[in-house]
């Protein structure tokens, strides 16, 4: 059980906007510590997709944002595509527990 | 291009040890900190370790602390994690990433490896 909580999975159609919801608490995303995340197509490793909440790496596409309200951040992707079906992970620093903790994952289908 | 290339994974017996290495290219790795981080078979992603850019400062999830250490050999640009006392649930893929400064509340892992499997089994 992480200390961030995602929904298991997620779906749409494609062409849709998805949201992913990552909720934490006052010892992580509530203390202003940074959620980022990252993409797990299967078989293939993690890919940063988000940094410091809402920053996107040269190469991924503007349809993926992130956001974050309160202790809570969420990653949305618009115009939704067959190749974003995947796992995706938010991560953060917990201070309680002195080190950096992902959210137990959220599958993507595009239907 | 940044490369990240994970080996010394294989199968151990419980109480067994094994030494993971992770080489690196395309990157001044003097001026990143590094992690490691592992997924059991189907199943999320688990932060292991990381350890800064001079290795000055060292970071271990609680759980494994005591069992495993990191270590990072800058000349060769090469990160490393001995895994000691290992047992049937630390069974998993071992992913060799980098990241910039060590700000912990800002920190990330920008850069992965393919990954190392290691399986803990009699």
């Known amino acids: 059980q992480s200390v961030l909580t995602q929904p298991p999975s997620v779906s749409g159609a494609p062409g849709q906007r998805v949201t992913i919801s990552c909720t934490g608490s006052s010892s992580n995303i509530g203390a202003d510590c940074d959620v980022h995340w990252y993409q797990q197509v299967a078989g293939t490793a993690p890919k940063l997709l988000i940094f410091?909440?809402?920053n996107r790496p040269s190469g991924v596409p503007d349809r993926f944002s992130g956001s974050k309200s309160g202790t809570s951040a969420s990653l949305a992707i618009t115009g939704l595509q067959a190749e974003d079906e995947a796992d995706y992970y938010c991560?953060?620093?917990?201070?309680?527990?002195?080190?950096?903790?992902f959210g137990g994952g959220t599958k993507v289908t595009v239907l | 291009e940044v490369q990240l290339v994970e080996s010394g994974g294989g199968l151990v017996k419980p109480g067994g040890s094994l030494r993971l290495s992770c080489a690196a290219s395309g990157f001044t790795f003097s001026t990143y900190s590094m992690n490691w981080v592992r997924q059991a078979p189907g199943k999320g992603l688990e932060w292991v370790s990381s350890?800064?850019?001079?290795?000055?400062?060292?970071y271990y999830a609680d759980s494994l602390r005591g069992r495993f250490t990191i270590s990072k050999d800058n000349a060769k640009n090469s990160l490393f994690l001995q895994m000691n006392s290992l047992r049937a649930e630390d069974t998993a893929v071992y992913y060799c990433s980098r990241g910039p400064d060590i700000v912990a509340t800002k920190y990330y892992f920008d850069y992965w490896g393919q990954g190392s499997l290691v399986t803990v089994s009699s």
């Open positions: 350890i800064s850019s001079s290795s000055t400062y060292i």
């Open positions: 410091g909440y809402k």
């Open positions: 991560l953060s620093y917990d201070s309680r527990l002195r080190g950096w903790v």
